[in-house]
């Protein structure tokens, strides 16, 4: 059995939609759809009902911090023509959290890691937005 998220249900065009893009996936296995629900902490900056802005709990930098969308796509490789405003979205979060955090005149890095080869960890598109010391190119 998998289950949709409530916002999921309602904004995209309910169980029919979700069938179509999700298949047999089980979003109730995946550690950031549970933080967008609120069914786990985390150390939220920023939120809107489309994206949602926390800390990472392994930060590589002094500020360290996740942007991921509501709604659950699992690599860069899914999205879709119809996400382009989402990813728009996803910028303008990291921007907004990137003044509050006071990184954005020095500079900070953006990151979507690919599937595993880029270190990618966890399903769920998440832009990382690092700042706070040197960034190095090329990263490692
Ligand atoms: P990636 O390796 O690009 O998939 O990045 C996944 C990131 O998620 C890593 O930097 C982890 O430290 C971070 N992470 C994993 N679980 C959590 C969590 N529950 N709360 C915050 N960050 C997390």
Redesign the pocket.
Known sequence: MWTAAPWLMHSSGGARWVEQNYGEYDMTDC??CK?AAGE?P?DILYENEDVLA?????P?APT?V?VIPRRHISTLNDLQPEDAELVGKMSLAAKTVARQEGIAEEGYRT???CNAG??????HI?M?VLGGRPMHWPPG
């Open positions: 550690i950031f933080i786990i985390a926390f800390r990472d709990l392994n590589q360290h996740l990151v979507f890691n880029a270190g990618q960890t966890v399903f998440h990382h």
